[in-house]
Structure formats: structure tokens, C-alpha cells
């Protein structure tokens, strides 16, 4: 089943032409039917890429989903046109009072700063907070997902001497979990941060259950036991090339930065990029809407009510 966009967003374009069920607003409206409503807060500076990458795998679901992209008004974004933003995007003061089965909180490029030092953490506190009344369930990603652990548990993050920078190899740790059917006992996520998260703190967390874990890049994958808030520290969204831009723009800029691990073939900038986490990015996504989504929230999108 497709994922609902608007008629003009450039996601439209390439998400067509790589084959995925994609609906325009006009198609849609002959349709007798409630889709699911997920809302994306975009707080990637590339919002187009950004937006491409995730409506990729919310469309390779068997549900019909309608979408609500979402910027912060405490920051206006430096990387993406005013008539974008317009055209396709609303902030906070015009959703609060409407209900979403689903909300999906980006990454951002400000893990080097304290959560408080973030031109717009005030207004991302009352979105999360918002999030846990009106909406179902909430996936928060890489650095949002070390936001909304602070935000709901007082999880600090912690700085990292070197960027974790690469793809990397986790091992599933509750195969009878729901978020974690169809995967494989290990899988593969791309991660690019500067901070990370104290393992023990999340384990001594009685409302968290970590779900996967690596020996070298740490907790991929949270869940409060109600399903209600998850937690993805990586990128499982990311396209083959996004690592190769990020290293190419550094080095261009002659600034110190590794090769990505576990990313091109035999380590070599030169060769082709080995892509081993697609199937695991969309098994994420499609457990998440399915069993945390689809099946738990009431068909009265009203009646999710916030049992928080």
C-alpha cells in the first residue's frame, strides 16, 4: 500500500521512479479509507534527502500512511528554501491540537552541544511531550533519540573522543520481541555521531528494554515496554552513498576524519560501497508501524487519548 505525499514534493519524483507506492493528495481523495497519520519532525539540515530516506521505507509497507512533515519555529533551517518549507511543511502551533497514529522525531547535527545549549530544546520538549498525548507511538532517531532519553529518563549523553563513524554490526537481544521479527540473530547500521550513551543506565532503566546491541558502537535499539516510545540510535535510513558524502565533504575540507568502517570494499575510498543494512532498515520500519502502530492504535484517532 502507498504512503500519501503532496503532489509537488520532490520525494514524489524519485521515490516513482525507484517503484515505490507512492499516492498523491488527488488519488487519495477516491479513496474510502483511514490511512494511518505519522508525523516527521525534520531537523536534518538536508531536508529533502531527509525526507526521501524515510517516506522509502514508510512506503515499502503494506499500509496506507499520510504524512504531516514538521520543522521547529525556534530555528528556521539554513539548509532548504523558504517556498520548501511553505509549500510542504508545518510547524508545532499547527499540529498541538491534532492526534497522529505515529511521530517520527530526525537525528541533528548538534550532538556536540548540550541538549539545553540547542536553539530550539524548549520547543522540542513540548513536542515530545506532546508526542506521548497525541500520538500512539514515537520513534525517535539517532541524536533525538538521546534527546527524548534525556527528556523522559534523565539519560545524559556522553561525548566520544573520535566520531563513531561507520557501519556497524549489532546482535539482536529479545528475538520474541515484535520490533525484532524477521530480523537475523546480527544486522548492520550505519552510525555517524560524536556522542553516545552509558549502556548501564539504560539497562538499569526499569521502563527500557534494549533490543540490540553492538560491542563496538553500543546500544542500537530501545523500547519502553508499552511500545509507546522507541528509540533507534543509528541511521538505518541512510542511502548507500550518505557516509561517502559526509567523508568526501570533510576530507575536501581538510578536516581529520576516518574512513567509515565496514563501508567500501576492502577498506579502499576508491571502491564500490558494500550496502548490508537495507533489508534491516525496513524491517525495522515495517515492525514499527505494524505492531507498534497499525495494530495497537484505536481506528478514532481521538481515542489514542495518552495514557501517559
Known sequence: ??????????????LTEENIFVMTEQRSAQQDIRPLQIAILNLMPTKVQTEIQLLRLIGNTPLQIEITLLHTSSYKPQHVDDEHLVSFYRTFEDVQDEYYDGVIITGAPVETLDFKDVRYWKELEAIMAWADRRAFSTLYICWAAQAGLYY?????????????????????????????????????????????????????????????LSKEAGIGIIASHDGRRVFATGHSEYDANTLAQEYFRDKNKGMDIDLPKNYFKDDNPNNEIIVRWRSAANLL??????????????YDIKNIGGGR
Not at 1 to 14: F, G, Q
Not at 153 to 174: A, S
Not at 179 to 208: A, K, Q, Y
Request: proline residues 7%.
Open 1 to 14: 500500500m502507498p504512503v500519501k505525499i503532496p503532489n509537488a514534493l520532490p520525494a514524489t519524483k524519485v
Open 152 to 212: 523522559h529518563y534523565g539519560i545524559d549523553k556522553i561525548p566520544l573522543d573520535k566520531k563513531l563513524f561507520g557501519v556497524f554490526e549489532f546482535e539482536v537481544r529479545d528475538k520474541r520481541h515484535k520490533l525484532m521479527r524477521g530480523f537475523d540473530d546480527c544486522f548492520w547500521i550505519p552510525n555517524s555521531r560524536h556522542s553516545t550513551i552509558n549502556n548501564e543506565d539504560v539497562f538499569n532503566c526499569e521502563d527500557l528494554e534494549v533490543l540490540a
Open 285 to 298: 520500519f515495517a515492525n514499527w508501524l505494524n505492531y507498534f502502530v497499525y495494530q495497537e492504535t484505536p
